[in-house]
């Protein structure tokens, strides 16, 4: 199938020098240069550089987004930071506040403790003394009442005067009185202080 | 002659073929490039390739941005003209380059005559043709030998080299090719018997110098329109 296309094409060939050019054939070779110039220049170069240009202009355009998108990111970036760094100040300023409070949240505390302690002492001191000095009256009204009646027993009359029942009594009192403070002058203090005091 | 007998118009069967490849060239571009998207297609990404090898690869690397930019249509037109009417010789049924016949390599190396000439005179309107025929810096009795070698090989040899490699490349491996299946035709048919065997070899050679063929095209081509591109180059120059 080839060969015999080729072979007359050889032979056609063959009967004039293929340096030498025809007619015919340089016409057909220039107008499908032409043809082929206006088709490429006119229509195919052509869109080819719009296309190009189009490319760009979407290339520019998505590297320009993507500019506007980094600078955007930046300055939240730069905003976060800040807000952290004021956080973290503001944090460390609530936290020395804290401390500081603390600290003067336990001193007033511990004065506190200390004035009630204080206060719970005086109380204590004061009570200590007020049932002591109750003591005090209701032993000698008791001392004196059972002297009396013991007195009465012993002499056999009655001691109910109370005018005189007082004075027996005032006077042995003072007696008494007289008597411990010439035997605590002798004997150890801390046994009679209790009385005495 | 089978159509316009007579007449400058006269088609044989290498104009047909011409003309074939022509509408291949039209056809494939045209709807390579009729809705051309930012992300090319797979087609579309061909045809870019083929645009843009031409586009980078000889008129901007050569020329520059700028006159690349100018010479482009007529680079493009030589590089895929050449190329289809080359790859003629080897499709089954046309079986011959459309640039096999000097037309069209006689028609391209003039206009790549008529290109470097026009760029270097409308470089230099007074400087060209001196420049190329006395190169600067040359002693001047050195002249009476550079001037002649100068004009022979610029205005002589430039386009006779660019019509003769590529017509002489498509001849030549046209007629390899018509050896080789000739060859097998021959062995198998007409000879017969123990010869046939050695169509076998001579098969095998045609395929190989089939895809040989395409190489060749394609670098043909190549050379075509870079060999101008290096004319038009030298000619903008501003030194010779």
Known sequence: MFNSVNTTVLAAEATHNPILPETPDLVWGFVCFIVLLVFFWRLVLPRMKKLLDERGEAIEGNIEKADIAQKEADALLEQYTAQLADARVEAGSIREQARADGQRILAELKEQASSEAARIQATAQSQIEAER???VVSLR??????AIDLASGVIGESLTDDKRSAAIVDRFLADLEASETASAAGAAESSTGAVSS | MLLFAGTPFAMNRIMIIRIIALLAIVLIFWLGTRKMKIVPGRFQSLVEMGLDFVRVNIAEDLLGKKDGRRFLPILTTMFFMILFFNLTGIIPVLNIAGTSVIGVPIVLAAVSYICFIYAGVRKHPAAFFRNALFP???PWFLYIIVAPIELVSTFILRP??????????MVVGHLLLVLFFSATSFFLFT???WWSLLSIG????GFVFTLFEIL???L????????TGVYIQLALADEH
């Open chain 1, 141 to 146: 009204s008791e001392v004196g009442s059972l």
């Open chain 2, 160 to 169: 006779i080299t660019l019509t003769l490699r590529l017509l002489m490349n």
């Open chain 2, 191 to 193: 000879a017969g018997g």
């Open chain 1, 133 to 135: 000095q109750a003591a």
């Open chain 2, 220 to 227: 043909q081509a190549y050379v075509f329109a870079l060999l």
């Open chain 2, 216 to 218: 060749v095209a394609v």
């Open chain 2, 136 to 138: 600067p810096g040359v």
């Open chain 2, 202 to 205: 001579s098969l095998a050679f």
